[in-house]
């Protein structure tokens, strides 16, 4: 499995980002996509997770600014980011667990910042 992230960038505080992440694979339906970031000096924490179903959940600190959805046809999943705030600033990751094993992309950089 690979997955490659794009989308990132800098954006003044209150704005708003989306982030693709594309898997290969034929599987990408059967299972859950998560994002997770990592800020300098941070551990890597979990941002947000879709299952199958395309049922959401979120880290509390992203609750109703964050959206994460997914597109099965186009084995994409997607981070919508609204209204960003400095602490959000971090390397996004996209993640997919199959069997145990964690699949990881390299990384979007996020910059909020004036």
């Known amino acids: 499995v690979q997955l490659v992230e794009s989308g990132g960038g800098l954006v003044q505080p209150g704005g708003s980002l989306r982030l693709s992440c594309v898997a290969s694979g034929s599987s990408f339906s059967l299972f859950a996509m998560s994002w997770y970031r990592q800020a300098p000096g941070k551990a890597r924490e979990l941002v947000a997770k879709?299952?199958?179903?395309?049922?959401?959940r979120y880290a509390d600190s992203v609750k109703g600014r964050f959206a994460i959805s997914r597109d099965n046809a186009k084995n994409t999943v997607y981070l919508q980011m609204n209204s960003l705030k400095s602490e959000d600033t971090a390397v996004y990751y996209c993640?997919?667990?199959?069997?145990?094993?964690?699949?990881w992309g390299q990384g979007t950089q996020v910059t909020v910042s004036s």
């Open positions: 879709i299952s199958s179903a395309h049922s959401g």
């Open positions: 993640n997919q667990q199959i069997e145990g094993r964690d699949y």
